[in-house]
């Protein structure tokens, strides 16, 4: 049986087997690469999605659990083609490196500005502790989150 869901703010499905994770549907079926299949433990946070308004590690997510519910990858946080301010601002502060823990940490980090308005340098190192960067590019990243955060 099919399970229907809101990706993106639009209805898909798949017919994929329950318990396949969702980083991999996003991935193989949808074509949505930002989420990355990286340790598939839940401990890395480079396949963090937005589940119903919730950050999730997909790949601890059976696609099964999200029939009716609405996910967001990090693909959505562009608008119309144009990078959301948070990634201009990264974009700004030439802050990605590799790229492989970037798109978790971008959906992290917008779910958390959303719901913190203002936050510290210690608040911000705090809501990335779920996601790894092993290219050590927190210094620049949480730069560049503080000078957004803080605009005037």
Same mark, same amino acid.
């Given at each position: 049986?099919?399970?229907?869901?809101?990706?993106?703010?639009?209805?898909?499905?798949?017919?994929?087997?329950?318990?396949?994770?969702?980083?991999?549907?996003?991935?193989?079926?949808?074509?949505?690469?930002?989420?990355?299949?990286?340790?598939?433990? =839940?401990?890395?946070?480079?396949? $963090?999605?937005? +589940?119903?308004?919730? !950050?999730?590690? @997909?790949?601890?997510?059976?696609? %099964? #659990?999200?029939?009716?519910?609405?996910?967001?990858?990090?693909?959505?946080?562009?608008?119309?083609?144009?990078?959301?301010?948070?990634?201009?601002?990264?974009?700004?502060?030439?802050?990605?490196?590799?790229?492989?823990?970037?798109? =978790?940490?971008?959906?992290?980090? $917008?779910?958390? +500005?959303?719901?913190? !308005?203002?936050? @510290?340098?210690?608040?911000?190192? %705090? #809501?990335?502790?779920?996601?790894?960067?092993?290219?050590?590019?927190?210094?620049?990243?949480?730069?560049?989150?503080?000078?957004?955060?803080?605009?005037?």
């Amino acid at each position: 049986m099919p399970v229907v869901f809101e990706l993106n703010g639009e209805e898909r499905s798949t017919a994929r087997p329950p318990l396949t994770p969702l980083v991999d549907v996003l991935r193989d079926e949808f074509f949505l690469t930002g989420a990355k299949p990286v340790c598939r433990e =839940g401990i890395c946070g480079a396949c $963090t999605v937005m +589940l119903d308004g919730q !950050p999730v590690m @997909s790949c601890l997510v059976p696609v %099964q #659990a999200v029939e009716g519910r609405a996910v967001e990858t990090a693909e959505s946080l562009a608008a119309g083609g144009e990078p959301s301010p948070l990634q201009q601002i990264m974009l700004d502060h030439d802050v990605v490196q590799c790229g492989m823990c970037f798109p =978790g940490m971008m959906v992290t980090l $917008t779910d958390f +500005l959303a719901n913190c !308005p203002g936050p @510290s340098r210690e608040e911000i190192k %705090q #809501a990335l502790t779920g996601n790894i960067c092993r290219c050590t590019g927190y210094e620049r990243l949480i730069d560049a989150a503080l000078a957004l955060a803080h605009r005037d």
